[in-house]
């Protein structure tokens, strides 16, 4: 069993401001001070998507995505810099359905976010459709109110599932990173395209002893987010893989350096908590 006492305290120990009112939000769904907002909401550009640090001034998708999951655990997917920020991507959507980083950031962006790369479009358009998802009933678009799976974003995200769905491989696999599985598995689950999700699901599984404590936390973060059960199989496999692999402290290892330990740990009480707020 995940230790979720342990795990609050890793967060409550190391966290920063806005960490620990994430905590706050998933523990409780406490309202978080409006400074604490504006605080990660911070640096946003004007067309409403946020620049990554080795982006400079051009907003990036991937950056984007990043700062709505922070949002999301705020409970702000609902306020205006949310909302700004989800049309943004909404807008970047390409005539295929799916998404790719601006041109200008190929000499610096990220292996995993690279533009004409197809593996980094592939996990980029994953991304970008997972937010659009699971926040379109909650960030109203500017645009008329849809009732579809997505709400407000209804026919982006359906572009965007078949789009990834018809670049899967016939074993259930994708040709991308492996961020990419689980983003995807999220967003055809949601569109009730439940086929496609679960063979991506069983290569998952079959991945999953050998991947990285940050990565499961991801995983099973962002499948709970799409509404698949706690007690579900996939789920089931996630959460022992995570009690395997909580540390000592209570905390989980982020892959991307002990500075992002206390993200991934959040992502893990996402995961594993009885039940989301409100």
């Known amino acids: 069993m995940v230790d979720l006492e342990a795990a609050i305290g ?6 920063d401001a806005v960490e620990r009112a994430r905590l706050s939000w998933l523990r409780n769904g406490t309202a978080v001070p409006a400074e604490v907002l504006e605080t990660a909401e911070v640096g946003q550009s004007p067309d409403g998507g946020w620049p990554a640090s080795w982006g400079g001034e051009i907003a990036s998708i991937d950056a984007t995505c990043f700062r709505l999951a922070e949002l999301d655990d705020l409970g702000a997917l609902g306020r205006p810099a949310a909302r700004r920020a989800l049309d943004w991507l909404a807008s970047r959507q390409e005539s295929d359905g799916g998404w790719e980083e601006d041109e200008s950031l190929a000499d610096s962006a990220p292996e995993w976010a690279r533009p004409g790369d197809p593996e980094a479009g592939f996990l980029v358009s994953a991304n970008a459709g997972f937010w659009l998802t699971v926040a379109g009933l ?14 407000a974003y209804a026919g982006v995200v359906q572009a965007a599932a078949h789009s990834l769905a018809a670049r899967l491989r016939p074993d259930g696999s994708w040709p991308s990173f492996l961020a990419a599985g689980w983003l995807s598995a999220a967003v055809l689950h949601r569109q009730e395209m439940f086929q496609e999700s679960a063979r991506i699901q069983v290569v998952l599984a079959e991945r999953m002893p050998k991947m990285s404590p940050g990565d499961v936390a991801w995983l099973a973060a962002t499948l709970r987010r799409a509404g698949i059960d706690l007690q579900d199989w996939i789920m089931v496999r996630a959460l022992r893989r995570l009690s395997e692999t909580q540390r000592s402290d209570g905390g989980w290892e982020s892959d991307d350096g002990h500075q992002f330990d206390v993200h991934a740990t959040l992502a893990a009480i996402r995961a594993a908590r009885p039940a989301p707020p409100g």
Do not use: K, N, Y
């Not at 890793?10 to 966290?15: L, S, T």
């Not at 909650?138 to 709400?151: E, F, K, M």
């Open 10 to 15: 890793f967060v409550v120990a190391h966290g």
């Open 138 to 151: 909650d960030a109203r678009a500017s645009g008329p109110l849809d009732h579809r799976v997505g709400g």
